[in-house]
């Protein structure tokens, strides 16, 4: 494995939000960007507001403990565990609600990102319509998504561009990714039902292709850094060992400029299967 964070990285603060030819010929080779200081942590309050208010209206809704305007990290951490503790579920409706919060769709849009991703695909860019907000539970295994792939479950170009922003400081300890780097730039790799160690309802690459990946790197995270990745880069969350929720920004990005997918009238395939396997409960 390779040492932590040797990826390329642009970083905000001391080079600027420009992004090199240096930059870009790496990106193509490794399929995965760091950007450091991206954002200044403030512009997460939009979002910490967001699932704020809407825990509030969850908490009397099920008539627990109401906390309106504790809208730190770990306040909203403890109080959705206490909320999903007195009302199994609470949390998957929390996670559908963000996907229309006002604040992720302006994050989504952020000038300073949008300049970055331009580079990186084109001026014509589709965002994706899941506007997500990773929750991962202390120990929780059910929803984590082992050794995969996101074009298996997006489609659309294979060139589309993933954003993982986290909330709070994200390392090993609370479920940070692990890119095996350069093997985008394969085929699409079939997935299936794989043993990697844990209880999960993503299907996921073979063991054995997983076991071949010669540039393994972790990654560690500040609040501010964002991830963009490309969707054939395959990568993996470590699972939360902290005793805090893990809130991360998810979003991606197609190129509207791809030829196949103009030719494909800008549609996906049939993705059924892989849409099935996200919409598994725990047994």
Known sequence: MLPLNQLCTLNCQTEGPELSETHLNQYAEDGVL??????????????????AGRLT??????????????????QI????????????????????????????????????????????LSPEISIHD???????????????ASWHQDWYYNEGPHSTIT???????????????TFAL????RAPIPHDEHDHGITTKWHSLPTDVVHDFERVVPTALEVGDVLLFHSLTP?????????????????????????????????????????????????
């Open 235 to 283: 990568h993996t969350p470590c699972k939360n060992e902290s005793n805090y929720v893990r809130f991360v920004l998810n979003l991606r990005y197609r190129d509207l400029r791809d030829p196949q997918f103009l030719k494909d009238g800008w549609r996906i395939k049939d993705i059924t299967r892989a849409r099935q396997a996200m919409q598994r409960t725990a047994s």
């Open 77 to 120: 951490s403890d109080r959705l565990m206490r909320l999903e503790a007195q009302a199994p579920g609470a949390q998957s409706i929390l996670y559908d609600s963000m996907n229309a919060a006002p604040s992720l769709h302006a994050m989504g849009t952020n000038p300073k990102l949008m300049a970055i991703l331009e580079k990186l």
């Open 130 to 144: 899941r506007y997500i907000i990773l929750m991962s539970m202390p120990q929780a295994e059910w929803h984590l």
């Open 57 to 74: 209206l969850l908490e009397r809704h099920y008539s627990c403990d109401v906390s309106a305007d504790a809208n730190e990290i770990t």
């Open 163 to 177: 954003l993982y922003a986290p909330l709070q400081k994200t390392d090993h300890q609370n479920g940070s990714l």
């Open 34 to 51: 760091l950007v450091k200081n991206l954002f200044d942590p403030a512009e997460f309050l939009p979002i910490r507001n967001d699932l």
């Open 182 to 185: 350069g093997e985008h730039q």
